[in-house]
């Protein structure tokens, strides 16, 4: 249950979601778009699509959270195992019209959940240094280690404990 007391399905994102997510994704303000994905592409290509929705779901995991009434996606949380077995890069985005409800720490306590269970032991994140919610948000899971590099920062969320 969200904050302002909305009832959501956190679940794995499947192939079959492939047309939702490529529809969310036009519906993102263009702030929103480039701070995820760093870029103002109005939308995703079907490549893209079939990246972000035909997953292994070890190595890459994503979930999204969608409306208990509706169905509709509101947002997606993903890692992706990177070349260390133990550590994985993490991405969020949620709708602008979600954000600050409480969709984001939803979401990423699933992701972690699953991310331990894979044995991944540390999420990394890069992402522009405006973007202060996203650092605020990974300290409600742990300890996060920040670098910044001008316009962006680069994060590490330990999460073995």
């Not at 973007?131 to 910044?148: D, E, I, M, Q, Y």
């Amino acid at each position: 249950m969200l904050t302002d007391g909305t009832t959501i399905v956190v679940r794995s994102i499947e192939p079959d979601d492939a047309g939702e997510i490529a529809g969310k994704y036009r519906q993102l303000s263009a702030t929103s778009a480039y701070r995820r994905f760093f870029t103002d592409a109005p939308e995703l290509s079907d490549r893209q699509v079939r990246y972000f929705t035909d997953l292994d779901h070890h190595d890459h995991e994503a979930v999204g959270a969608f409306l208990a009434a509706t169905g509709d996606g509101i947002g997606v949380a993903r890692y992706i195992r990177e070349d260390e077995p133990h550590t994985a890069e993490f991405a969020i985005v949620i709708l602008d019209d979600w954000q600050g409800r409480g969709v984001g720490r939803s979401l990423l306590r699933v992701l972690i959940d699953r991310a331990r269970h894979e044995g991944v032991t540390s999420f990394r994140a890069e992402f522009l240094a405006e973007n202060v919610a996203l650092p605020a948000l990974l300290r409600c899971f742990g300890t996060v280690r920040t670098r910044s590099d001008g316009a962006t920062t680069h994060a590490s969320l330990d999460l073995t404990g």
